[in-house]
């Protein structure tokens, strides 16, 4: 069962991905289970397909889900270390985000230094 919580600060699609997430790891999707279609989900949960269609392009961006024109998206499977270690990384993210803001550092700062710190990741270095 997908949860949402409309009062929540986080964004709905990424709300969506963590209960995707959290349903591939309790067992309910299993590698090669085929997702709602974006519009069934939309009508259920009574949300913007947009919603939904970017939920399942993010998941499929990590590698989570794959999508086959005409017929599709479906579970590629991930194992929980791998689950686990998204799950902590985006806490300390939206935790430093948090505390950045509550700081007083600008958004256009804390974008930038984001950026940065992906494609430096991205190159395989650490270096600023």
Request: proline residues 3%; negative net charge.
């Amino acid at each position: 069962m997908i949860k949402l919580d409309y009062r929540s600060r986080t964004p709905i699609y990424r709300q969506l991905e963590d209960s995707i997430i959290e349903m591939i790891l309790l067992g309910v999707y299993q590698k090669g289970t085929q997702l709602p279609s974006v519009r069934s989900l939309a009508v259920e949960l009574g949300i913007n397909p947009n919603t939904i269609q970017k939920a399942y392009q993010e998941l499929e961006s990590q590698g989570i889900i794959c999508s086959v024109t005409g017929k599709g998206s479906f579970v590629q499977g991930l194992d929980e270390a791998q689950l686990q270690l998204r799950r902590k990384a985006l806490e300390a993210l939206t935790a430093a985000v948090r505390d950045a803001r509550l700081a007083g550092v600008p958004r256009e700062e804390i974008e930038h230094l984001v950026e940065q710190e992906y494609q430096q990741a991205a190159k395989g270095g650490t270096e600023q």
